[in-house]
């Protein structure tokens, strides 16, 4: 039986873990993959599997850093009840009471050094060049809060996301599989990066006067609400774009499915311009962001399948 002491660090732990947010490297995971399955014929779900489990405990292992870093900071203790959302203030593991700071610090070392043990398993005995795509995510997942660096607070989070969650996690995943690279999985990996900075970026809106105040000074705080949106649509369309180049690399016109994600991206854009300062109402856009980053992976992994479900 576990006594209520061991009960809060599990609460915790799970709190901070977050499993309903490892889609977002579930998804470019998945993409990599399966467009290595396309070009090769086969797959090794052992070593899949490996690297989802060192991907998943960095993920937790950043969570948990940045939960540390803004706490101190301050930007959670400022989020004001009236703007606090599912989408605001971290995982709140340190203002409900479930971790301590010093938790969250033992977690986010520990976590991040059980991935970075797998992640080298999977160098020395799959893939060695895999190293660099891991050393790049280890770097990114300490230092996305973390000074020296804290490139959250540096209006750099943005762009670390965008390049972790597509090129990095989507490249890695085809790289173990196939022991090379692609032009196709590289320009594949780019409407996830866009689209996964974008859940970023429009979940920094109901945080905005608590990271103005704490120095937080990401993206939106930098340019402010109203011209932030601008960036919003901006990221939407740089992720439709690019699948374009990728049906002229690959001949598969199938990577059009993704558009069907297109109305709700200017239904979330809509959202945003009128209600950029009303945050309630502006929890239509966040969530529909996230809807369209799984829309898109989901229908990126169709195209890539379905021409071998059906075969020559």
């Known amino acids: 039986m576990l006594n209520n002491n061991s009960k809060r660090l599990w609460k915790g732990f799970w709190q901070i873990a977050d499993p309903k947010i490892w889609i977002a490297s579930t998804i470019p995971m998945a993409v990599g993959a399966s467009i290595a399955y396309s070009h090769l014929g086969s797959f090794s779900w052992y070593w899949f599997l490996v690297g989802v ?67 080298l398993y999977v160098v020395f005995f799959r893939e060695f060049s ?16 973390l000074p020296p660096f804290k490139f959250s607070y540096r209006g750099l989070g943005e762009a670390v996301v965008g390049l972790t969650f597509g090129p990095l996690i989507t490249t890695g995943a085809y790289l173990v599989q196939a022991n090379t690279i692609s032009a196709e999985v590289i320009i594949a990996s780019l409407p996830l990066g866009f689209i996964i900075a974008n859940v970023l970026w429009i979940n920094q809106y109901p945080d905005y006067e608590a990271d103005l105040k704490g120095r937080k000074l990401n ?94």
């Open 130 to 145: 895999v190293l660099w795509i891991g050393l790049a995510g280890v770097f990114f997942a300490l230092f996305y809060s």
């Open 219 to 312: 993206g939106v705080v930098r340019l402010g609400r109203e011209k932030g949106v601008v960036v919003y649509a901006a990221l939407f369309g740089a992720a439709y774009l690019f699948l374009l180049p990728l049906i002229l690399i690959s001949g598969n016109s199938l990577w059009l499915l993704a558009l069907i994600s297109i109305p709700l991206a200017v239904r979330s854009v809509k959202v945003a311009r009128r209600h950029f300062d009303d945050i309630p109402r502006l929890t239509e856009a966040n969530a529909k962001t996230i809807q369209i980053y799984q829309l898109t992976g989901l229908t990126m992994i169709a195209a890539v399948l379905f021409p071998l479900l059906l075969g020559p």
């Open 53 to 119: 489990a060192a991907i998943y405990l960095l993920e937790i292992g950043k969570n948990a850093i940045n939960e540390y870093i803004d706490y101190l900071s301050g930007v959670d203790r400022f989020v004001t009840p009236d703007k606090r959302t599912p989408f605001s203030g971290g995982k709140k593991t340190i203002i409900d009471g479930k971790l301590t700071l010093k938790e969250n610090l033992v977690i986010g070392v520990v976590t991040v050094l059980a991935g970075s043990l797998l992640g």
